[in-house]
């Protein structure tokens, strides 16, 4: 199983009937996560597709590889998954120490944070959430380059783009039309 395709379908069939905090269906998010990841190559984009499904079903990581899932996405996978009893500051400082893991955890943090999907939530939950995910990107986004992370914003969630600046300072590149 080695085309972006393929991992779509398992993702698909493995998040069949599940559905996200504001009720949409659950694919929905993983494709979205992945869709960010894009530009940056078929091993990030696959391990987008299935970034949650070793959480959130009764796959592993042993059955993900057995299906043909080529060994890194897997590792990708493991490095961004939920354990049990670790805080959730801890679980981002360790998903730093893996480029590629960040590089989708920014991309999964970046749906989680767009303000369509923010604005179905309790005001309450919102509100945690929010701080949640900006706390989140305070460690994740100095762990990138600052390309990749514009790259992975601009198409999952634009209104981010204002925070660039405030963790990578002004950009050096010109603004499209000037010379």
């Known amino acids: 199983m080695t085309s972006v395709r393929e991992i779509d379908l398992l993702a698909e069939g493995a998040h069949a009937g599940q559905v996200d905090k504001i009720g949409r269906p659950y694919i929905e998010h993983v494709r ?5 990841l894009a530009p940056l190559g078929d091993e990030l984009v696959m391990a987008g597709l ?5 959480e959130d079903t009764d796959w592993t990581a042993e059955k993900l ?8 996405v897997v590792e990708i ?3 961004v998954t939920n354990v049990p009893g670790m805080a959730y500051e801890e679980r981002i400082r360790l998903i730093t120490a893996d480029s590629s893991a960040t590089l989708v955890k920014i991309s999964d943090n970046a749906h989680n944070s767009h ?3 923010a604005a179905q939530l309790p005001q ?8 949640k995910y900006r706390t989140a990107r305070a460690a994740l986004w100095p762990a990138a380059s600052r390309a990749d992370v514009e790259a992975i914003v601009r198409i999952v969630n634009p209104a981010l783009l204002a925070e660039l600046d405030e963790v990578f300072g002004p950009s050096t590149v010109p603004a499209e039309g000037s010379v």
């Open 32 to 36: 979205a996560v992945a869709a960010g």
């Open 115 to 117: 303000p369509d999907r």
């Open 50 to 54: 299935l970034h949650d499904v070793v």
């Open 124 to 131: 309450e939950k919102r509100e945690r959430l929010a701080a």
């Open 77 to 79: 996978v493991e490095a």
């Open 65 to 72: 590889l057995a299906a043909g899932v080529p060994a890194r």
